[in-house]
């Protein structure tokens, strides 16, 4: 295992990552709040730990096994997860302990949408962002993301890509070079985020409640800005909205690749994987008419 090369490929992971929490500061300064230094504080103690494992290795070039693919995977995983606790645990409005607060962050970013958290309404806006953005970055996956910028460090990342991404698609490129797949696969979720939002705007949505919500839409995630989620807002066309995202952000990514790249709709049924997804979607929905 390439201990040298795998720390740096953290290192700079972590380093990216960090600039995550600057985000939710444009927010607290939007809203008046006084939120900044928390998120000051998380970004600059991750962006630090992140520059510790990537300086002793800068200069360390090499190809990632599929072993080291994986490991690096599953420890950046955990490493995110808990610096990206850190804006919890240092929140005042939220007093979570760093259990509590690892544990909303783990939930996240694994897009499982499990809460510790009560009294969504009376938080400030930025950490209300800086959760729903948890999942978003989730969605895609941190790794898949950073992929892209693995090969201008001299550090292949198709192992990481393969370790990263599910489903029997993941060993066929889109493009003929890794970082020009992981650009596609991000331009296509922020794409449907953008749609997303807007469409939830249009049915009556605040614009900070429609950017947040289609975070988690797309990610599939089910964070919200309000404890009564998607029913706080009691309309039809917000679920219809809802609805029709998550079953588009289900459909494997690479799928909508080719059909956009094809110009043909008919992709989606030619593909067995996307047929039994809509088949079980389809029969679950009449059977609940059928009650």
């Known amino acids: ?3 040298a090369i795998t720390a740096r490929v953290l290192g700079v992971l972590l380093m990216i990552f960090s600039l995550t929490m600057l985000t939710p500061i444009l927010v607290a300064a939007l809203y008046s709040e006084n939120t900044s ?17 990537w300086l002793p290795s ?8 599929t ?12 490493v995110l997860s808990t610096f990206g606790a850190l804006p919890l645990m240092l929140s005042e409005a939220l007093h979570l302990s760093f259990m509590d607060a690892l544990f909303e962050s783990i939930s996240g ?15 400030p806006k ?3 962002y800086y959760r729903q953005q948890l999942q978003w970055l989730g969605g895609i996956g941190i790794v898949v993301i950073a992929v892209a910028i693995l090969p201008m460090l001299g550090v292949g990342g198709m192992q990481i890509y393969r370790a990263e991404t599910p489903g029997p698609m993941k060993d066929s490129k889109l ?10 696969l991000f331009k296509i979720y922020v794409s449907l985020t ?46 219809a909205i809802c609805t029709f995202f998550m079953i588009i952000s289900g459909l494997n990514f690479a799928l909508h690749y080719h059909v956009w790249h094809d110009r043909r709709l008919s992709s989606y049924w030619a593909d067995p994987e996307a047929r039994m997804y809509i088949y079980l979607l389809s029969s679950t929905l009449w059977s609940f008419k059928s009650r």
């Not at 230094?37 to 600059?44: D, K, P, R």
């Not at 493009?175 to 596609?184: C, D, G, H, L």
């Not at 947040?212 to 917000?238: K, L, M, N, Q, R």
């Open 37 to 53: 230094q928390t998120f000051l504080l998380a970004f600059v103690i991750t962006f630090l730990v992140g520059a510790a494992f």
């Open 1 to 3: 295992m390439h201990l």
């Open 58 to 65: 800068r200069n360390r070039t090499g190809e990632l096994r």
């Open 175 to 184: 493009t003929p070079r890794i970082t020009e797949t992981a650009n596609v």
């Open 109 to 123: 970013l694994t897009t499982t949408g499990a809460t510790v958290i009560a009294g969504l309404d009376d938080l």
């Open 67 to 78: 072993r080291d693919g994986f490991v690096v995977t599953v420890l950046f995983w955990l």
């Open 126 to 128: 930025s950490v209300l």
């Open 194 to 239: 953008a749609v997303c939002a807007l469409a939830y705007w249009a049915a009556g949505m605040s614009g900070f409640d429609a950017i947040g919500h289609s975070f988690s839409t797309v990610a599939i995630g089910g964070f919200s800005t309000h404890d009564a989620s998607i029913g706080f807002f009691d309309s039809g066309a917000i679920m």
